[in-house]
């Protein structure tokens, strides 16, 4: 294991794509800022800073509370957070494990700058670049609803690999975007192929893949990680669930996709021609379907 002398400090400001005290870039598209890349699909405004916490709850929720699914010893030195968004999971991070030095990634400065622990310091970079942390360094690498912004993802777990010690652990935890019936009434066919499969089609055209989950275990595999798990969480859309957890979780689920439907449209669909009254055409059927009284739509986590 590398030393703490050979490892590049890297303080809150200092490995900017996006310079303190510079005017900001950023790309406009329906309203929503994205980064100036146009690389990232996931806007990084203030709604979607509101759409990240309103998520992060949902899957404290999904985790009985639990930050994370995977068991971390205590005493774990080192943690890395790819793409950290408001910072909320390093922060809460830091609180359960005082004793932990935590470095959070990510290509848009909009971590809480308030009540920042000392054990947390934020990079700003793209985490398909190599990252600021030595080889077999890290403790427990998590990554969280990076779709949107990661293009190699076989480079990115290879990365992961190379800078886990042995015996490390990997979280990765990403939403598809497939919503399927609960009662099976529809059979295997998802709901709202229509919208979904054109958003399926615009991300191909823009070669970035918003549902990468299945393909995980290969990547894995291939990156050299071995005794990998998938846990599946349910997560209940519209008004139909009669459980008190699922009903949690549709409650929130329903705000990320009907309050914030839009923060992942707008370069997607804008880069390849369309208008926002294009998509407003088209965006309430999706809406619709969802609150069919006859489906009882879910996606997984
Ligand atoms: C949907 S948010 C999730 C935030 C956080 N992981 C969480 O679960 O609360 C995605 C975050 O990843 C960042 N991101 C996406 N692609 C990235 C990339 N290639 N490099 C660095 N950050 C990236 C975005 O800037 C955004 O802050």
Same mark, same amino acid.
């Given at each position: 294991?590398?030393?703490?002398?050979?490892?590049?400090?890297?303080?809150?400001?200092?490995?900017?794509?996006?310079?303190?005290?510079?005017?900001?870039?950023?790309?406009?598209?329906?309203?929503?800022?994205?980064?100036?890349?146009?690389?990232?699909?996931?806007?990084?405004?203030?709604?979607?800073?509101?759409?990240?916490?309103?998520?992060?709850?949902?899957?404290?929720?999904?985790?009985?509370?639990?930050?994370?699914?995977? @068991?971390?010893?205590?005493?774990?030195?080192? &943690?890395?957070?790819?793409? *950290?968004?408001? !910072?909320?999971?390093? +922060?809460?991070? $830091?609180?359960?494990?005082?004793?932990?030095?935590?470095?959070?990634?990510?290509?848009?400065?909009?971590?809480?700058?308030?009540?920042?622990?000392?054990?947390?310091?934020?990079?700003?970079?793209?985490?398909?670049?190599?990252?600021?942390?030595?080889?077999?360094?890290?403790?427990?690498?998590?990554?969280?609803?990076?779709?949107?912004?990661?293009?190699?993802?076989?480079?990115?777990?290879?990365?992961?690999?190379?800078?886990?010690?042995?015996?490390?652990?990997?979280?990765?935890?990403?939403?598809?975007?497939?919503?399927?019936?609960?009662?099976?009434?529809?059979?295997?066919?998802?709901?709202?192929?229509?919208?979904?499969?054109?958003? @399926?089609?615009?991300?191909?055209?823009?070669? &970035?893949?918003?549902?990468? *989950?299945?393909? !995980?275990?290969?990547? +894995?595999?291939? $990156?050299?990680?071995?005794?990998?798990?998938?846990?599946?969480?349910?997560?209940?859309?519209?008004?139909?669930?009669?459980?008190?957890?699922?009903?949690?979780?549709?409650?929130?689920?329903?705000?990320?996709?009907?309050?914030?439907?839009?923060?992942?449209?707008?370069?997607?669909?804008?880069?390849?021609?369309?208008?926002?009254?294009?998509?407003?055409?088209?965006?309430?059927?999706?809406?619709?379907?969802?609150?069919?009284?006859?489906?009882?739509?879910?996606?997984?986590?």
């Amino acid at each position: 294991m590398a030393s703490q002398q050979e490892e590049p400090s890297v303080p809150i400001g200092d490995s900017g794509a996006d310079p303190v005290g510079e005017e900001p870039q950023y790309i406009e598209a329906f309203g929503h800022k994205y980064h100036h890349s146009g690389r990232i699909f996931v806007p990084f405004d203030e709604k979607e800073q509101q759409r990240m916490e309103v998520q992060h709850k949902l899957i404290r929720h999904c985790l009985n509370g639990a930050l994370t699914a995977t @068991r971390i010893p205590l005493n774990v030195e080192r &943690i890395l957070d790819l793409g *950290s968004g408001t !910072g909320v999971w390093p +922060l809460e991070m $830091a609180v359960r494990y005082p004793q932990a030095e935590i470095l959070g990634i990510d290509i848009s400065r909009i971590q809480r700058t308030n009540a920042v622990p000392p054990n947390v310091r934020f990079a700003i970079d793209n985490v398909e670049n190599p990252w600021p942390i030595s080889a077999s360094s890290v403790d427990f690498l998590h990554a969280r609803h990076l779709a949107g912004g990661v293009t190699d993802w076989p480079s990115l777990f290879k990365q992961a690999y190379e800078k886990l010690k042995p015996g490390g652990l990997l979280e990765w935890t990403e939403q598809a975007i497939q919503i399927f019936d609960f009662d099976g009434n529809f059979g295997d066919a998802e709901l709202c192929p229509s919208f979904l499969n054109l958003w @399926r089609d615009l991300s191909k055209q823009n070669n &970035i893949d918003f549902t990468p *989950s299945p393909n !995980g275990p290969v990547w +894995l595999v291939d $990156a050299g990680f071995e005794n990998i798990a998938q846990r599946t969480e349910i997560i209940p859309l519209g008004e139909w669930a009669q459980d008190e957890k699922l009903r949690t979780r549709q409650t929130l689920m329903n705000k990320i996709s009907f309050e914030h439907f839009e923060n992942h449209c707008g370069l997607l669909f804008t880069k390849c021609g369309w208008t926002k009254e294009r998509f407003d055409a088209v965006a309430p059927t999706f809406f619709s379907e969802l609150r069919e009284a006859s489906q009882k739509p879910y996606t997984m986590m």
